[in-house]
């Protein structure tokens, strides 16, 4: 499988950004799938995430509110939609996998599949 993260830019504080996860090889239902983000330095961390079969979601406290996980049945894509962007949402933002709902959706080691990650700068 393959998980292909885009959607990423530069975009002014203020500004939102729609991020986009398509998966080809293998059909994301019955999966979770997480968005993760790393700043330069620091470690990676969850952002959100969502079970596919029972539209659950999840996001840290550093998103709520600001951000909205949904998925396309169609085009087996998970997208990740952020506003009010802050200058600390700046990393790379990875899109991530794991199938049957097992696991903790908070977790980056119980994801098995990951993407190559997309660059998000928010400007002040």
């Known amino acids: 499988v393959q998980l292909q993260a885009s959607g990423g830019g530069l975009v002014q504080a203020g500004g939102s950004l729609r991020l986009s996860c398509a998966a080809s090889g293998r059909s994301l239902s019955g999966d979770t799938v997480g968005w993760f983000r790393q700043a330069p330095g620091k470690e990676r961390e969850f952002a959100a995430a969502?079970?596919?079969?029972?539209?659950?979601?999840y996001y840290a406290d550093s998103v709520k509110g600001r951000g909205t996980i949904s998925r396309d049945n169609a085009k087996n894509t998970v997208y990740l939609q952020m506003n009010s962007l802050k200058p600390e949402d700046t990393a790379v933002y990875y899109c991530?996998?794991?199938?049957?709902?097992?696991?903790?959706?908070?977790?980056?080691?119980?994801?098995?599949?990951w993407g190559q990650g997309t660059q998000v700068t928010v400007s002040s």
């Open positions: 991530a996998s794991f199938p049957l709902n097992r696991g903790n959706a908070y977790s980056p080691k119980d994801y098995t599949y």
């Open positions: 969502i079970k596919w079969n029972i539209d659950n979601t």
